[in-house]
């Protein structure tokens, strides 16, 4: 079974902190992404890597940075908080289109409230 | 812009009542993908279907591709209060590295 995990489901912080969203897959998988989810809006594509190192912006980089130096985790960074980011924070991973599937596995999500 | 979009955004049934929720995309797809995520979960996947025209089912449920492999359909059959959740279509465009998701379709389900 693909597990994807995710370092918080639950996170408080404060205004202008920096936070640290962490998930790892015990796949091998090549794809990772990063999605946020608010009521009435789907799912919105943060960030996605292909592969250690590199990044592409999803539909909502803006205020988020990320980081893949190993090919099981891969982190999202909110360098200043704010509180439109409080939302849901999914992360998922896949093997590469090419293997002709992309089936994406999410982990449990982080409920991230910025006060 | 976008380009998968899903129909309905939310849909209210009684139980026992059909559902069907549509996804389209202006652009040619390799696959569709459908999901499931149950209230206070994550998606989980349910089906890919690649085949123009293709159909599968899944006990009530029934999945379609269309045969210009632009939209897809689920519907489900005499809904069940365990039928209840947000139903996500994914589709991966031609020579796209990433499926591209709809905005789900909310199922509510009156006993």
């Known amino acids: 079974d693909v597990k994807v995990t995710q370092s918080s489901r639950y996170l408080v912080k404060r205004t202008g902190e920096k936070v640290f969203l962490e998930c790892v897959q015990d796949m091998d998988h090549e794809n990772m992404f990063w999605y946020r989810q608010d009521p009435g809006l789907g799912l919105r594509l943060i960030y996605f890597s292909y592969d250690v190192k590199m990044k592409e912006k999803g539909d909502i980089p803006e205020g988020y940075s990320v980081s893949r130096e190993k090919k099981e985790r891969f982190s999202l960074i909110l360098e200043s908080a704010s509180t439109n980011q409080t939302s849901m924070y999914l992360c998922?991973?896949?093997?590469?289109?090419?293997?002709?599937?992309?089936?994406?596995?999410f982990g449990p999500g982080t409920r991230l409230t910025v006060l | 812009g976008q380009q998968v979009m899903q129909i309905p955004q939310y849909q209210h049934v009684q139980e026992g009542e059909d559902f069907t929720t549509y996804c389209n995309s202006s652009?040619?797809?390799?696959?569709i993908q459908w999901y499931k995520q149950r209230p206070g979960g994550h998606p989980v996947f349910l089906i890919q279907l690649v085949k123009s025209g293709e159909v599968k089912k899944q006990k009530r449920l029934t999945f379609q591709f269309g045969e210009a492999k632009k939209n897809s359909s689920l519907h489900i059959t005499a809904t069940q209060t365990t039928d209840v959740g947000t139903y996500f279509c994914?589709?991966?465009?031609?020579?796209?590295?990433?499926?591209?998701f709809g905005d789900g379709t909310t199922l509510t389900v009156k006993p």
């Open positions: 994914a589709g991966l465009l031609t020579n796209a590295g990433k499926s591209t």
């Open positions: 652009t040619t797809l390799s696959n």
């Open positions: 998922a991973s896949s093997l590469p289109s090419p293997s002709g599937k992309d089936t994406q596995y």
